[in-house]
């Protein structure tokens, strides 16, 4: 059987329809009263909610793009706040950084005008082995600036210790608190000798070593100044090293031994003072002079 063709109505003549029903619903409005007739009913129940429904779908979509716009303007205010908090966190690191360099330059001067009779070079820092502890460092003055080995480094108003080897722009330092560092001392209220030794496991509890100190009075107690002695062949005399934390009598009955708090923070050492002066110098020109 052939199928029968879809009876199809071209859309020119729909659309001509269409327009001739407004069109004559047009003129029907305009030529009869309908305005408080049925069609103002019909109007009333099915265009002014849709009305309605299309006002509030804008005011719903002009909310929504009010409210992008403001969170676009809340985020690209919230982006200059943040760059703004970053500067001023940067500029406040600045200033606390040159405040504690300026109060190191300040704790460097008045130990300066402490040892004014010995010549001395401001250092700074400029690298350590690894660990928490200051026991070998670098600083930033060398053989161009007169420092040499033997030299001693002070830093906190106490001894940090002796340069031991030295280049055009850069010296190394042991400090005392270096297993290989033992330094001649004596208690500073009686002038007993001792010795005080590095050890940087008893560094982790904030101490060193003190040994074969002759305390034949029992003078010396807990708080008592350390200082570098007269008979040290490469410390300067009178050198604070730090305080007698506790001593006890050795097993030979003679001498006594304990532990000794260093006077400066080795664990955080940033500049220290070199004195150009050597030991060695200072007691020959000494000596001719007497």
């Known amino acids: 059987m052939r ?3 879809r009876f199809n109505i071209p859309s020119k003549y729909v659309l001509a329809v269409l327009t001739f029903l407004c069109i004559g619903a047009m ?3 305009f030529l009869t009263d309908f305005d408080g007739g049925p069609l103002n009913t019909v109007s009333n129940y099915i265009l002014i909610p849709v009305q309605r429904g ?3 779908a804008g005011s719903w979509a002009r909310s929504r793009v009010d409210d992008l716009e403001d969170l676009r303007a809340v985020r690209s205010e919230n982006e200059e706040l943040r760059a703004q908090v970053a500067e001023l966190t940067l500029e406040n690191n600045t200033l606390l950084q040159e405040r504690y360099e300026l109060e190191d330059l300040r704790d460097l001067l008045d130990l300066e005008e402490e040892y004014s009779d010995l ?4 250092a700074n820092v400029i690298g350590k082995d690894s660990g928490n502890w200051f026991d070998m460092f670098i600083i930033d003055k060398g053989s161009n600036d007169g420092i040499q080995v033997d030299m001693n480094v002070i830093a906190d108003g106490g001894l940090v210790g002796i340069v031991t080897k030295v280049g055009p722009d ?3 330092v042991r400090s005392i608190i270096d297993d290989m560092s033992n330094v001649s001392a004596m208690i500073l209220k009686n002038s007993d000798l001792c010795y005080v030794r590095g050890d940087l496991e008893m560094m982790t509890e904030g101490t060193l070593q003190l040994n074969q100190l002759r305390d034949e009075d029992n003078e ?4 008592d100044k350390v200082v570098t002695s007269h008979t040290s062949a490469k410390f300067h005399k009178g050198i604070l090293i730090g305080y007698v934390n506790e001593i006890s009598m050795d097993a030979n009955n003679l001498t006594k ?3 000794l708090t260093p006077a400066v923070d080795f664990e955080h050492l940033t500049t220290v003072l070199v004195i150009t002066d050597l ?3 200072v007691d020959a020109e000494a000596t001719e002079s007497e």
């Open 3 to 5: 199928r029968r063709d």
């Open 220 to 223: 010396v107690e807990h708080g």
């Open 119 to 122: 010549n001395t070079m401001a």
């Open 27 to 29: 003129f029907l409005s």
């Open 54 to 56: 299309i006002n509030a």
């Open 279 to 281: 030991k060695q110098q």
């Open 170 to 172: 850069w010296a190394q």
């Open 257 to 259: 031994s304990g532990s």
